[in-house]
């Protein structure tokens, strides 16, 4: 048994080191040197890089291991005639892959993924900019990488396994071996698992990408790159924008200045689920909200804002981005759709802000790392900075204590001005918080974030911080309760966005229906910063705003709201699930527009 472990733990090293040192090759081919990347560099890509080598490594080693297992039960197993195959396959894709990767990287300045199979069924396009020297020579340079895996890992291949003594208990060694495996390649027992992501250290985009696993960014974006310009190609492109012009205004004068100064300090708090069925005065629960419904009057109250999405990594991607929502993808799970969209933290640190993200869970999830660091966040703080003895809830560190750090840090700063970001973490399943105002779980859990927030904002307003700063809250997305009527309903879509802050003029209520993805365009216009390349966020107090919808997008379906009323509509059966208080073939024809019209500018970038 001892050389089948042994021969396991040699093509898990020899894979794994293969796939380490092509990152030094990768960053010195694209030119590091004249980039001037240091040597210390290209060891902290190779290190924050081999996770996902790892989980690659994990993938390959699944046959082997399997095989080896199957061993256990022969006298004599002729091990290296039956793999040598397989390994001049994966020894070939995987030579095929880096040089791929290696090669087309100055033209595309993001990593292999699926989107080179729409070149290949055009293959002569595809060559147009290269020579049949270029190509000729990187062919070579397959075979003979490939040529040397396969001979390397022949090699620490065991000619013939002899049979095994103890039987039952090698094949529950190998057994259990098989679950570390499966761990290495799901990335660990934690919530997220192996993403592009968590590879990402740095805001030196070349850097984290040279930290990505070619290999693992090919695969994980197959099942995620589409041709969305061809989806829901409702109306001809004169119709389509027929219908679609004028829907998001980018331009026009503000029609009231909300703020003191245009160069606050702004903080942005995204308050996870915390919609208007958790908001007392917006109709929800009674007691839930009483810091935010007091503070609502004290500043400017937009009471008629909707989520555009229904999950955290889809309304952040809104909100920060004012980009829109999709009904069968998050956007924050495609990086090489992620990054080419604006942000409000890039935007603001272009005029000098110092950015950073706050957030008490583990910030790899669902690709968030990647994305945070892609959108001029230059500092981040997760979980992992926090003792493992204040991670209490099942998500991560309690939003008392994230608030609590919070204040520190704001009030320990000198440099001026910036921005900071706090995705807020309790008000969320399995709804434990340390904390009992209400009886039933879920509303204690939101009026536990609600008393949270509101001793945050009292503490922060005795100090000078406040007279400076902007306090933006709203919610990541909206929430079902009471479980009735249809779960994806104006009543759960329906937000609080409130502005707080000593740089408020004056307290104000605008009931402007709008979307969440509006806050950034709002919020650049109200500071005097361009918002064009926000394509669909809306400045509300905008003179070009003059007519005010919602939309949001679910599983399988759009919604869209009008003074005239909602209309909730499937797109998988082409017809509507419901419309209030009649039907209006105008939000049906207009929602669809909105659906085309983002699918293809998703495909367009």
Excluded at 59 to 77: G, M
Excluded at 174 to 199: A, H, M, P, W
Excluded at 280 to 286: A, F, I, P, Q, R
Aim: proline share 5%.
């Amino acid at each position: 048994m001892k050389k089948r472990f042994l021969y396991l733990g040699l093509f898990f090293a020899t894979a794994l080191l293969l796939f380490i040192f092509q990152k030094p090759l990768f960053m010195l081919y694209n030119d590091s040197v004249g980039r001037g990347v240091p040597l210390a560099e290209y060891f902290r890509v190779m290190w924050h890089g081999a996770s996902l080598d790892a989980a690659v490594t994990g993938y390959l080693i699944a046959l082997p291991w399997l095989v080896t297992l199957i061993s256990v039960w022969f006298k004599k197993f002729p091990l290296r005639k039956i793999l040598t195959g397989y390994y001049a396959l994966i020894a070939l894709l995987i030579s095929l892959i880096f040089m791929g990767d290696m090669s087309l990287y100055p033209f595309w300045n993001f990593k292999l993924d699926a989107s080179v199979f729409f070149y290949l069924e055009s293959p002569q396009n595809a060559m147009a900019s290269v020579s049949a020297g270029f190509v000729i020579l990187r062919i070579l340079c397959i075979l003979l990488l490939s040529g040397l895996g396969t001979w390397i890992l022949y090699r620490i291949t065991p000619r013939m396994l002899p049979s095994a003594k103890k039987k039952l208990l090698g094949s529950l060694g190998l057994i259990l071996t098989g679950g570390i495996i499966f761990l290495i390649i799901r990335g660990g027992v934690t919530e997220s698992t192996s993403n592009i992501g968590q590879v990402y250290y740095c805001n030196d985009e070349f850097l984290n990408h040279s930290a990505v696993n070619p290999a693992f960014s090919l695969l994980a974006s197959v099942s995620k790159t589409k041709d969305y310009a061809e989806q829901f190609n409702y109306f001809g492109e004169a119709e389509r924008d027929s219908l679609f012009n004028g829907l998001y205004p980018v331009k026009g004068e503000n029609t009231a200045e909300l703020l003191k100064t245009k160069r606050p300090n702004i903080l942005i708090i995204l308050m996870e689920g915390f919609g208007g069925a958790m908001v007392e005065s917006l109709g929800g629960v009674k007691g839930a909200s009483p810091n935010i419904d007091r503070l609502s009057k004290e500043g400017i109250w937009f009471s008629r804002c909707y989520a555009n999405s229904f999950r955290t990594d889809r309304g952040t991607i809104c909100t920060f981005s004012g980009y829109q929502s999709f009904p069968d993808l998050s956007v924050m799970k495609i990086p090489a759709k992620s990054r080419t969209l604006p942000s409000i933290a890039e935007k603001l640190a272009k005029e000098g802000y110092r950015t950073d993200f706050l957030y008490g869970g583990d910030i790899n999830f669902t690709n968030m790392k990647s994305y945070l660091l892609g959108s001029g966040y230059q500092h981040l703080t997760a979980d992992i900075d926090f003792p493992s003895s204040q991670r209490q809830n099942a998500w991560g560190v309690n939003d008392d204590i994230t608030f609590d750090y919070l204040y520190g840090q704001l009030i320990g700063r000198k440099e001026s001005p910036w921005h900071t970001a706090f995705l807020t973490l309790s008000s969320h399943e399995p709804f434990e918080v340390p904390f009992h105002k209400l009886e039933e779980a879920r509303p204690n859990a939101f009026a536990f974030t609600d008393d949270c927030l509101g001793r945050f904002v009292e503490r922060i307003r005795k100090t000078p911080v406040w007279d400076n700063l902007l306090i933006v809250c709203l919610p990541d997305h909206g929430f079902y309760y009471p479980e009735e009527g249809h779960p994806q309903d104006e009543r759960i879509h329906r937000i609080p966005m409130l502005w707080l802050g000593g740089a408020i003029k004056q307290p104000m209520v605008v009931n402007k229906i709008m979307n969440q993805t509006d806050m950034a365009a709002t919020l650049l216009a109200q500071m005097g910063i361009s918002h064009e390349e926000f394509s669909f966020s809306r400045n509300v107090l905008g003179e070009e705003y003059t007519y005010p919808f919602a939309y949001w997008t679910f599983g399988g379906g759009f919604a869209f709201a009008d003074s005239t009323g909602v209309t909730l509509f499937d797109v998988n059966a082409d017809r509507p699930i419901l419309e209030r208080p009649a039907a209006d073939k105008n939000r049906i024809l207009r929602g669809k527009a909105i659906l085309q019209s983002s699918y293809d500018d998703l495909g367009a970038r």
